[in-house]
């Protein structure tokens, strides 16, 4: 039996091969690759060279000249033939035809008939003119041989020569024939050059219309980039439209089918049009395909606008220029102008720039405003602007929630008597009771004698959509939120809505992403000033606007979010709209916080100094003197009436059933008892401040 040998020690030199084993490879006869044939070659070069870009483009540009001279000629021709016919007449009084413009096409037949009596004329003129235009050369070389006969008699008296008789004849001979001598001369260079200037001219005239086709002109023209909007662009647009009865109307106008467009006028960074629309076409057919129209003028859907004027069937396009959309406006005057002031009744706060260039200006007096739109697209910046112009007129008073509670409306802070600034269930609250203190406030306005008059007090809730969803309910068991006649925070918004305009007590709310639960019906439609940013559907442009709007044209839901940041489209009588339409779009002017905060602070300094009450964490306890001197702020001396008044804004836990004694038992033990002054019980800050002084260096006594 054969034992198996196991090595211990490993081999570090491979095993050699086998010198006797040979490996033999059989390679396959191959045979040698074919030459490729000469035409192949031949026929790949000249493809590559057809293909080529330089060779492309030299293919366009060739075809674009030729083709900018042939049709310039037909250009040319057509213009002469319209000038010396009354085929021009003939297509307008189609076109008036086609469209149902009766009193067009009579006017148009009208013109016809003076154009043919004229050219009648003319025509009799020629039969006489032979005989005429002889008698005239006649009469007129007669006249001019005796000038020169003359001239040279009184030449020859003057210089005692006869001979002198005709050298002004024989000048004149002379002159004739140094000009026959340099038509001679010039005739021929001018009989060759003359067809090369009639060309350029034609291909001047082709050029000038792109009368070419698209694939040949140049890139720049492709892609409609600086393309310039012509009468002939906006009928071919429309044509293309995809409306059956607009393209037929079109097609039998002939090319007459700019009869259909008004004047085209610069508006801004654009251009505006107004489309009369054949008979069978509604302008919500034109509406509805805002965005083959756009493509079909060479521009993006948010470049062209299509509005509702007055006219019947009359649609009105603005235009943009190619890019000009996404160029920001300049600064707001809030921000250049250090010495504005703002006016309640009379001003009008500066907000931005319309599509026109134009300013924007929107008059706030006795109007509810509701500012929405999609998250982050400048709704806070927006409503913020409006405040603060009218935050330089000293007489206006804020009451402000805001339920983001980012800091958006810090510079407030000693401008507004109130700012609540949080999103949290109880800042709902704190702001739902400040509703519905204003609605208070309403009420002791309207019973006032007839003729008082009120400074305006402004309610401003920013993220109001956060009031509406609340779903926390007070001990009453009456929800905060919601919108059902229960709400607290719904009917507190109905309520100054019916009636506080008429005493200067309005609610400007901000709210994104509407919906009939964050934002009910008859909330929005309380607002008397609308205004939407860029929104998601058509539906909720509906909701912020309105159905007037948008059947008019409004489109907030068109603009693009992130991209057109702080574009509005408003509808309010408080703004300057062009007549027949029911909404204007802004392109507001973006005020940087820092701005905010350095306007705020001129607004301040226009003011005797406000005492800003903020939100109150409720079951804390409370110091009733500190609050007295905290509410009392920068003034010297306030009303009883008013210091209970704020101490309840305050803390309504802690002061709400407070009356003007327990007011003047507090203050008279401390020792600053309120006093008269003109008449009326007032509290003096000084008293207050060194009762404080006082009772805090007792206090310091005491513990050493």
């Not at 067809?195 to 040949?216: D, E, I, M, N, T």
């Not at 005020?591 to 406000?610: E, F, M, P, Q, W």
Request: proline share 6%; glycine share 8%; hydrophobic share 40%.
């Amino acid at each position: 039996m054969a034992e198996n040998v196991v090595h211990l020690h490993k081999h570090t030199d491979p095993p050699a091969e086998p010198a006797s084993v040979t490996t033999l490879t059989v390679v396959p006869d191959v045979p040698p690759a074919r030459p490729v044939p000469l035409w192949v070659r031949s026929g790949r070069a000249v493809k590559s060279a057809v293909t080529h870009e330089g060779t492309k483009a030299t293919v366009r540009a060739v075809a674009r000249h030729g083709l900018y001279t042939f049709n310039g000629g037909r250009i040319a021709a057509r213009r002469t033939w319209d000038g010396r016919t009354g085929s021009r007449y003939e297509r307008m009084i189609r076109a008036a035809e086609v469209a149902g413009n009766l009193e067009a096409a009579e006017e148009w037949e009208e013109r016809l008939q003076r154009f043919r009596a004229a050219r009648h004329h003319r025509r009799m003129d020629l039969l006489h003119s032979p005989v005429d235009a002889a008698k005239g050369v006649a009469v007129g070389a007669g006249m001019s041989v005796g000038l020169l006969v003359t001239l040279g008699i009184v030449m020859a008296i003057s210089t005692e020569d006869v001979g002198h008789v005709v050298t002004p004849l024989s000048a004149t001979i002379d002159f004739i024939a140094l000009l026959i001598r340099i038509v001679q001369i010039v005739w021929g260079p001018v009989i060759t050059i003359g067809p090369f200037l009639a060309l350029l001219a034609l291909w001047s005239v082709g050029r000038k219309q792109h009368a070419a086709p698209a694939w040949a002109l140049p890139a720049n023209v492709r892609s409609g980039e600086g393309e310039p909007i012509t009468p002939s662009i906006v009928v071919k647009a429309l044509r293309d439209l995809g409306v059956p009865a607009l393209a037929r109307a079109i097609k039998e106008m002939g090319d007459a089918g700019a009869s259909m467009l008004g004047p085209i006028r610069i508006a801004g960074c654009g251009v505006e049009v107004d489309v009369t629309l054949p008979s069978g076409v509604a302008t919500n057919e034109v509406q509805n395909r805002r965005r083959k129209l756009a493509e079909n003028l060479t521009r993006h859907e948010h470049e062209v606008f299509i509005t509702i004027p007055q006219a019947a069937r009359t649609v009105r396009l603005w235009i943009a220029d190619s890019g000009a959309l996404d160029e920001p406006i300049g600064p707001s005057p809030l921000v250049t102008d250090e010495t504005m002031t703002a006016n309640y009744k009379t001003g009008r706060a500066p907000w931005g720039q319309d599509l026109r260039g134009d300013a924007a200006e929107l008059s706030l007096y006795q109007r509810h405003l509701l500012i929405t739109g999609l998250s982050n697209q400048g709704k806070t910046a927006a409503l913020r602007a409006l405040a603060l112009w009218l935050a330089l007129d000293r007489s206006v008073e804020f009451w402000m929630g805001d339920l983001k509670g980012a800091g958006d409306w810090a510079m407030f802070d000693g401008i507004a008597t109130r700012l609540i600034q949080g999103p949290t269930d109880d800042h709902v609250i704190q702001v739902t009771e400040m509703l519905e203190d204003a609605v208070e406030e309403m009420n002791r306005r309207l019973q006032a004698p007839p003729g008082a008059d009120f400074p305006l007090l402004v309610v401003i809730v920013d993220e109001a959509q956060v009031a509406f969803m609340c779903p926390v309910k007070g001990e009453d068991k009456r929800p905060y939120g919601g919108s059902s006649a229960t709400s607290r925070y719904f009917m507190g918004a109905r309520k100054i809505h019916n009636q506080g305009r008429a005493v200067n007590v309005l609610l400007w709310q901000g709210t994104q992403d509407p919906t009939d639960q964050n934002l009910p019906k008859l909330v929005r439609e309380g607002a008397h000033t609308r205004a939407s940013l860029a929104l998601g559907t058509e539906s909720q442009a509906r909701m912020a606007l309105g159905d007037k709007a948008v059947d008019g044209g409004a489109a907030p839901n068109l603009l693009r979010p992130g991209l057109d940041k702080g574009t509005l489209v408003v509808a309010s009588d408080g703004i300057e709209i062009p007549k027949g339409q029911s909404s204007i779009t802004v392109r507001t002017h973006y005020i940087s916080t820092d701005d905010a905060h350095a306007i705020a602070d001129r607004a301040k300094a226009l003011r005797d100094g406000v005492t800003t009450l903020h939100v109150i964490e409720r079951g804390e306890e409370r110091d009733p003197l500190a609050d007295i001197a905290a509410v009392l702020g920068d003034a010297p001396r306030v009303l009883t009436a008013d210091v209970l008044k704020r101490l309840s804004a305050l803390s309504e836990d802690a002061y709400g059933t407070w009356t003007p004694g327990d007011l003047k038992r507090v203050l008279e033990d401390a020792g600053a008892e309120p006093y008269k002054s003109d008449g009326r019980m007032v509290v003096g800050r000084d008293r207050v401040a060194r009762a404080l002084a006082n009772r805090d260096s007792d206090g310091s006594a005491s513990a050493d």
